[in-house]
């Protein structure tokens, strides 16, 4: 199985700060990595698929690079709803595996 | 639009089996697949399985693959998720969620609401 892991695992920041997150595979999984941002009591949300490609809707402040084994989001202003936990997710073989999620809070 | 809307909240004691439902609208459900993902209180995110709604194929991990039944009704677009031999482990929000295209390897965009199963003496 494909482990997945993320760093950090939580951060506190303020609205209009630059913030990243990374997340890293066990082994190659080229560029089929996917990130959710979830509130509590809500259902994931997709951000980003296939390692850069943002979702219609989602704000251009979000934005996801990488390929390989490492990734990154980043947040390039950050609002107030940007409060919330991020998961990364592979999806280059089963079983599909998140990462631990990264809390981003004030 | 595309909605997915799961059963209610369930309680079972250790030992028993659950199956939430997911009834699904606004597509061609027999074009994609519908993975199941869950949730313990204050915990990650993990994947339970996918299965083509076009065909039933199954892809299950391995450590759920002995206690899991995924099965899809094409006549109402519904897709449900059996779990058996419950324990206190397994109590957690079991989401059902749709792939993009037919293949489990894939991306999920849409996201039923979510079924909350309580596992308690």
């Known amino acids: 199985d494909i482990q997945m892991t993320q760093s950090p695992s939580s951060l506190s920041a303020s609205v209009g700060d630059r913030v990243t997150i990374s997340c890293r595979a066990s082994?190659?999984?080229?560029?089929?990595l996917n990130w959710y941002q979830q509130t509590p009591g809500n259902a994931p949300k997709l951000l980003v698929s296939?390692?850069?490609s943002l979702q219609t809707g989602v704000p251009s402040r979000f934005s996801g690079r990488g390929s390989g084994t490492d990734f990154t989001l980043t947040i390039s202003s950050l609002q107030p709803e940007d409060f919330a936990t991020y998961y990364c997710?592979?999806?280059?073989?089963?079983?599909?595996?998140f990462g631990p999620g990264t809390r981003v809070d004030v | 639009q595309v909605q997915l809307v799961q059963s209610g909240p369930e309680v079972r004691k250790p030992g028993a089996s659950v199956k939430v439902s997911c009834k699904t609208s606004?597509?061609?459900?027999?074009?994609?697949?519908v993975s199941w993902v869950r949730q313990a209180p204050g915990q990650g995110l993990e994947w339970l399985g996918w299965i083509s709604a076009k065909t039933g194929t199954t892809n299950y991990p391995q450590n759920f693959q002995a206690r899991i039944t995924m099965t899809t009704d094409t006549s109402t677009a519904t897709a449900y998720m059996e779990l058996r031999g419950l324990s206190s482990d397994d109590t957690a929000v079991y989401y059902c969620?749709?792939?993009?295209?037919?293949?489990?390897?894939?991306?999920?965009?849409?996201w039923g609401q979510g079924t909350l199963v309580s596992i308690s003496a």
């Open positions: 082994q190659n999984i080229r560029g089929h």
């Open positions: 296939d390692a850069s």
């Open positions: 606004g597509f061609r459900f027999s074009n994609f697949g």
């Open positions: 969620t749709r792939a993009s295209y037919d293949l489990p390897m894939d991306f999920y965009a849409y």
């Open positions: 997710q592979q999806s280059y073989s089963t079983p599909l595996t």
